[in-house]
Structures are given as C-alpha cells and as structure tokens.
C-alpha cells in the first residue's frame, strides 16, 4: 500500500512541463549517462502523456494513476541498469558494466548493501 501511495503522489508531478532543475541537476551528476537518459526519456515522454489524457477529458485521478503505473516501467528500466553484481560494495550510484574487480565478488554468496543495512544470500 505504501509502494502505492508513493507512485501516485510521484505521479503528479507530471503535470508540470519537463524539465531539470537545478537541484536535481547536481544530484544526477552522479549517475551514469544510462540512467540519466532513461530517467529523461520517462520525464518527457510522461509529462506529455499526463497533458494528453488530460486534455481528453479524463479525471485527474484515472490520469495519474496511468501515469503512476508506466512510470514503474522506468524505474524497472533502471533498477535493471544498475542491479548490483553478488557480494559488490560498490555504492549503488556507481555505473555498473556487469563486472566487477571487488574481490567479495567472487564470493559465492551473494551480498548486497543498502544504505547501512547488509543482506546476505548463501548461494549453495
């Protein structure tokens, strides 16, 4: 319920043209070229679909939740980019090429850090 809440609150904010602003520009710095062009290809192409269903008499609430439900298809775009290898401590905004010379990579278990939290997966 609350994975829900957050989409369609995120989803709102697609009612305003597309656009970076400064603030989100210095946070974007540190990701990879991937993820910024995946994150502007969502803004443009979400921001003009919100404006286009709007205009076709739709409730703003049926709007939003379209929106909120194709912006999932974004963020799993780029939680695919940038899922860690097993047993990596490279941070998560690292860009990541699908290798890694981080020698708890050659663990077998698989071991990711999320913010200060550690998971641990034994692979057998």
């Given at each position: 319920m609350l994975a829900r809440r957050v989409l369609i609150?995120?989803?709102?904010?697609y009612r305003m043209p597309a656009r970076v602003s400064r603030k989100l520009h210095d946070r974007n710095e540190g990701l990879s070229p991937t993820v910024r062009d995946i994150a502007w290809k969502g803004q443009i192409r979400l921001c003009s679909r919100y404006r286009r269903l709007a205009a076709s008499g739709k409730p703003k609430v049926v709007v939003t939740t379209a929106i909120a439900r194709?912006?999932?298809?974004?963020?799993w775009a780029i939680a695919r980019i940038t899922q860690p290898t097993?047993?990596?401590q490279r941070p998560l905004r690292a860009?990541?090429?699908?290798?890694?010379?981080?020698?708890?990579c050659a663990n077998r278990g698989a071991e990711f850090q999320l913010a200060n939290v550690t998971v641990t997966i034994p692979v057998e």
């Open positions: 609150e995120g989803a709102w904010t194709e912006m999932v298809g974004f963020i097993p047993g990596c860009p990541l090429d699908g290798s890694c010379a981080h020698a708890p």
